[in-house]
């Protein structure tokens, strides 16, 4: 073994069958995934571990496999939950997962599907702000995790009897396309655009209970254009894409805000899809909004999304070219 490589012995107590399982996933899918992060060999014999690589890659993935080991007897460890704590481990960032494992007052979502929590230290201040102000923003690229916590979020004050109704809205613009040129009746016509929006819904609730909700029009998913007229009070409003409305459109969202409510606009302001001659609302209210009370706003960076490593670092290269 070269000088710059090394191996190390883990043991993980206590043992526990299931949790080891649930740390290495289906066929050890979790564990190569681990291994491509950060470009370490390992391999297992129940609780015992040898992890092999470069000197600094090492004792880093045996911290980072104690901690998942501690969160697995918690929570199922999924592949986009590895990817966030795994950047956290090897971008040496403020380590949430630390964070979670030694900090009983982390702020966790427990929702009666699945307790989720944040990933990164901007989705640490995005659920923060939530909690705590009437209007939260959250700006980021894809991936970043706003429409999902924002989601969870209004689950969890649903399922507390914090509201009585979720609304979630999106602009129905996608690249040009409009309502009109797709088939099926209005529902077909409007569940492209807000498929996003269910994805979250059915992996935090489930699809059977979101269904009974919409229903009971507990939740109502729509495009913008139906909150006009609207005023919503005991409500946690949701408006997706917020970079991709007008300014006349971001003006009505923001006044149908009403008494005991809450809303959340996510966007990404690198994606706009209006036509060249329209102003995004987004970034036009996101210059005055820092003088109005009540208002948070969290700016999400390439190293909190949570999806294929090659994303993150395809972002942080548009990013330079733009700069």
Known sequence: MT???????????PQDNERLSNLCGLLDENLRQIESYMHVEISNRGNSFIIKGDKQNVPLTSSLIEKLYVLSAEEELTSKQLHMYMNNTSDNTENMTDKIISDPDAISLKCKKITIRPKSKSQQEYVQAIMKNDL??????AGTGKTYLAVACAIYFLEKDLIKKIFLVRPAIEAGEKLGFLPGDLSEKVNPYLQP??????????VERVTRLIEKKIIEIAPLAYMRGRTLNDAF??????????????????TRIGFGSKAVVTGDTSQIDL???SRSGL????????N???????????NDVMRH??????IREYDKRKK
């Open 309 to 314: 490593k090659i994303v993150k670092d395809i």
């Open 283 to 290: 970034k036009d209210c996101l210059e005055f909004m820092p």
């Open 275 to 277: 036509p060249r001659d």
């Open 3 to 13: 000088e710059k490589n090394t191996s190390q012995n883990l043991l993980l107590q």
């Open 197 to 206: 929006i269910y994805d979250a819904l059915d992996e935090t609730v489930g």
């Open 237 to 254: 409003i949701i408006l997706d894409e917020g970079q991709n409305t007008t300014i006349a459109q971001m003006e009505m969202f923001l």
């Open 136 to 141: 939260t923003f959250g700006i980021g690229a």
């Open 292 to 302: 109005i009370d009540g208002v948070h706003i969290t700016n999400f960076k390439p």
